[in-house]
T-cell receptor
Framework: AQKITQTQPGMFVQEKEAVTLDCTYD???????LFWYKQPSSGEMIFLIY??????QNATEGRYSLNFQKARKSANLVISASQLGDSAMYFC????????????FGTGTSLTVIP | DVKVTQSSRYLVKRTGEKVFLECVQD?????MFWYRQDPGLGLRLIYF???????EKGDIPEGYSVSREKKERFSLILESASTNQTSMYLC???????????FGPGTRLTVT
C-alpha cells in the first residue's frame, strides 16, 4: 500500500486565489511527521511546512497552512493568495518516527498559477 | 545557510560503466540520504547513513551502493550502470534531533 497518496497530478489556480493540494497518508505509528516540499523547475526541493502527529494546531508558515485531519489521515496543503512564483511541483512526505530516517514521498502535484 | 552540493548537475554515462555521484554538506549533519526521482513515482529512498561508515537500505537499494568515509561526504555508486537507472538523483542531509531535510540541487543522470 502507498504510504503517501497525492491524487491530483496537476492543478490550476488563478493568481491571488487560494488552492488546496490533497495528501492522504497511511501509517500505523502513533508518532510521525508530515511535510510539504516545493520543487520549482530549477529542481531544488524547498521545505515548506511540517506537522507532527501530536500537534493539536494546524501548522502555518506565511501563506502556507497544513489542514491536518488525523482521523481521516489527511494532510492537505493550503496556499492562500497564490502568486505566479508558486507554480511548481509539490510533494507531500511522511516520516515514521520508529524508523527515524525513513521518509516516504508522494508522487507530487504540479501546480500552475494563471495570471 | 545549510549547503548541500552535488558533484554534477548533469551526467551522461554508458551502460556498464561504474558511476560515482558525490554529495557534500557543510553543516556537520549526522544523517545523509540518496533519493531518485522519476515522473509519476515521486522520490524514492535508495540509501541513508546516520553516521560515518554506517548505512541503511531504503526502498530501492538494488543496483546501488554507498560510501560514507567522512561525515560531510556521502557517495552513491552505480557498480554497472543500466538504462533503467536514468533518473534524477537527489541528496539530502539532516541533523539529529530535527525533522527537516536539506536537499542538494540534484544530478540528472542519463545512461545510454
Amino acid at each position: 500500500a502507498q504510504k503517501i497518496t497525492q491524487t491530483q497530478p496537476g492543478m490550476f489556480v488563478q493568481e491571488k486565489e487560494a488552492v488546496t493540494l490533497d495528501c492522504t497518508y497511511d501509517t500505523s505509528d502513533q508518532s510521525y511527521g508530515l511535510f510539504w516540499y516545493k520543487q520549482p523547475s530549477s529542481g531544488e526541493m524547498i521545505f515548506l511546512i511540517y506537522q507532527g502527529s501530536y500537534d493539536e494546531q494546524n501548522a502555518t508558515e506565511g501563506r502556507y497552512s497544513l489542514n491536518f485531519q488525523k482521523a481521516r489521515k489527511s494532510a492537505n496543503l493550503v496556499i492562500s493568495a497564490s502568486q505566479l512564483g508558486d507554480s511548481a511541483m509539490y510533494f507531500c512526505a511522511m516520516r515514521e518516527a520508529v524508523f527515524g530516517n525513513q521518509f516516504y514521498f508522494g508522487t507530487g502535484t504540479s501546480l500552475t498559477v494563471i495570471p | 545557510d545549510v549547503k548541500v552540493t552535488q558533484s554534477s548537475r548533469y551526467l551522461v554515462k554508458r551502460t556498464g560503466e561504474k558511476v560515482f555521484l558525490e554529495c557534500v554538506q557543510d553543516m556537520d549533519h549526522e544523517n545523509m540520504f540518496w533519493y531518485r526521482q522519476d515522473p509519476g513515482l515521486g522520490l524514492r529512498l535508495i540509501y541513508f547513513s546516520y553516521d560515518v561508515k554506517m548505512k541503511e537500505k531504503g526502498d530501492i537499494p538494488e543496483g546501488y551502493s554507498v560510501s560514507r568515509e567522512k561525515k560531510e561526504r556521502f557517495s552513491l555508486i552505480l557498480e554497472s550502470a543500466s538504462t533503467n537507472q536514468t533518473s534524477m538523483y537527489l541528496c539530502a542531509s539532516r541533523p539529529d534531533g530535527t525533522y527537516e531535510q536539506y536537499f542538494g540541487p540534484g544530478t540528472r543522470l542519463t545512461v545510454t
